[in-house]
């Protein structure tokens, strides 16, 4: 399978190309050359497999060779190794807790995926350079990328955060871990972070003395694992008997990275009716949907920082899989709450169904419950545990959230942590140094 950039100025690229440089020449992103249609069978029979078997009968059809069948079976079978629950809050409408790997957030997925598929490349190159990894992260990314590389041999990683915007439990996940991962705090926002790694990944100076990737939904190895859940979702409904001919799925969005992957799922064959899009006030996707202009501005911190991204990297994606706004608004209801009301929504929800959101997934739920019609099934996409982000939590709860063990440990570690000012030579010298 090749890969052309969405903006249609460079030459197709192999997957391993494409995920080692993550970004295209002229800048685009990479997207398939022709998205492959899963059987019907496949679909049909979805309800009788496993998370794995799902997962890994979707990579081997989506990479087509690309990768060897036994080596795939291997990174997909060690990637989807803990469980992912689907509680049902109300007839009809379930949540689907995608929070259970190990950092505890939906991007777990993604990133162990994609660390095993770069081992896999380096393995074949023994001659290749160390490949440096550049993050920018709001918090649940850099976690996740940190611990889905860590000691991949052959591998740095660089994750650049923004200095008093990522909880202490989120920046304790990846400052901790050492080895191959470097943490670095930028005097700036998440917006400068992400400047930063999207100037480096387009340096062809820096490029030629350094091999340099990123593993944000930039990089199309994050793009297609993440489709797994959303046939898995379908499958553990069909095993409840419900009718997935007539499904919503709400769908918590920022760089709109989630969102792609459950468009190429649809695109692949996914039985769904529609999605539901929900921002916080960095509301730059629902006013395209409204209006059709997209206009990014700067980003706006909010109490749901995962959500805060005022220039949305994947809507190119978004815009390649669907074509047109007019398109985009019949598939993608859009949503967008303030932090008053995204706390409502989680005092809401605790109160009626002993169930604690994150500040992501709340407003979810929320905009399902307002979007959901009669006769239809929705599916709410629960991201990340409430305990990454106590300071919500605790408003509804008034009281200390709990620290489940799993993320607790990251604290007996020792922080080790680089700053650098905001601006793109900072970090360049940074890096060569």
Request: with cysteine.
């Amino acid at each position: 399978m090749n890969y052309y950039s969405t903006n249609l100025q460079s030459p197709q690229a192999s997957l391993e190309d494409a995920v080692i440089n993550a970004v295209a020449p002229d800048g685009g992103l990479y997207m398939p050359q022709a998205v492959p249609r899963l059987p019907l069978a496949f679909i049909r029979n979805m309800a009788n497999m496993s998370l794995q078997e799902i997962g890994y009968a979707i990579a081997n059809f989506a990479f087509q060779g690309d990768v060897d069948a036994a080596v795939l079976h291997d990174i997909v079978y060690d990637t989807l190794n803990f469980p992912m629950p689907i509680p049902q809050l109300e007839p009809g409408r379930f949540v689907l807790e995608l929070f259970h790997g190990p950092t505890m957030a939906f991007k777990d997925v993604g990133a162990r995926f994609m660390g095993r598929l770069l081992a896999y490349f380096k393995q074949k190159h023994n001659d290749w350079p160390v490949i440096n990894v550049l993050v920018p992260t709001s918090g649940d990314t850099g976690a996740a990328v940190a611990s889905g590389f860590c000691d991949v041999p052959g591998v740095h990683v660089y994750v650049l955060y923004p200095q008093d915007k990522v909880s202490y439990a989120q920046e304790a996940q990846f400052a901790t871990l050492g080895h191959n991962v470097t943490a670095v705090m930028v005097k700036g926002t998440y917006d400068d972070c992400k400047n930063i790694v999207e100037q480096a990944l387009l340096d062809k100076s820096l490029n030629s003395r350094m091999q340099l990737t990123t593993a944000t939904t930039i990089n199309v190895a994050r793009l297609i694992p993440q489709t797994f859940y959303y046939f898995y979702a379908v499958a553990e409904l069909m095993r409840m008997a419900e009718d997935v001919s007539n499904l919503v799925i709400a769908v918590p969005c920022a760089n709109l990275g989630n969102l792609a992957s459950g468009l190429l799922a649809r695109a692949m064959g996914l039985p769904v009716k529609r999605f539901v899009s929900v921002e916080n006030d960095n509301n730059i996707f629902y006013h395209y949907v409204q209006t059709g202009h997209f206009v990014p501005h700067a980003t706006v911190a909010s109490i749901a920082p995962a959500l805060d991204a005022g220039n949305p990297t994947n809507f190119p994606r978004v815009l390649n899989l669907l074509g047109s706004h007019a398109e985009v608004e019949r598939v993608v209801h859009a949503y967008s709450y303030n932090d008053h009301q995204i706390v409502q929504a989680i005092g809401r929800f605790n109160e009626r169904y002993g169930y604690l959101f994150d500040p992501h997934s709340a407003i979810a739920y929320q905009a399902l419950c307002e979007d959901i019609m009669p006769g239809e099934v929705g599916l709410a996409l629960a991201t990340a545990h409430p305990a990454k982000f106590p300071d919500a939590a605790e408003l509804v709860l008034r009281h200390p959230i709990g620290m489940p063990a799993q993320l607790a440990r990251f604290f007996r570690g020792t922080r080790q942590v680089t700053t650098i000012n905001s601006g793109y030579t900072s970090f360049r010298r940074f890096l060569l140094q």
